[in-house]
Nanobody, 118 residues
Framework: QVQVVESGGGLVQAGGSLRLSCAAS????????MEWYRQAPGKQRELVAN???????NYADSVKGRFTISRDNAKNTVYLQMNSLKPEDTAVYYC????????????WGQGTQVTVSS
């Protein structure tokens, strides 16, 4: 059983900052990847940030220069520092963990709401 739990969402004014955390726990030997997605009302879920195969961070164009993804491998945790938030960043933010257990399995968290007021 693998659990993925996000935290850190909330209500913030435009221009403000939030830091999201995502921790994976359960029985597994290693995590292949942990990624951040978001889904705004009426829109498809989109990738916000992850690490590419070379370990470099990768960002959606809409958040480049404002968001920073980081990770603590020892804690199986990934973070998303969000600065200069805009109302269009309002969405439910989801974390996805890809864990190799013979084959790759994808586990989603329950999501955390981020609301940016203008």
């Amino acid at each position: 059983q693998v659990q993925v739990v996000e935290s850190g969402g909330g209500l913030v004014q435009a221009g403000g900052s939030l830091r999201l955390s995502c921790a994976a726990s359960g029985r597994f030997s290693s995590i292949k990847a942990m990624e951040w997605y978001r889904q705004a009302p009426g829109k498809q879920r989109e990738l916000v940030a992850n690490f590419n195969s070379g370990g470099k961070p990768n960002y959606a164009d809409s958040v480049k220069g404002r968001f920073t993804i980081s990770r603590d491998n020892a804690k199986n945790t990934v973070y998303l520092q969000m600065n200069s938030l805009k109302p269009e960043d309002t969405a439910v933010y989801y974390c996805r963990a890809i864990i190799t257990q013979i084959v790759d399995y994808r586990y989603w968290g329950q999501g955390t709401q981020v609301t940016v007021s203008s």
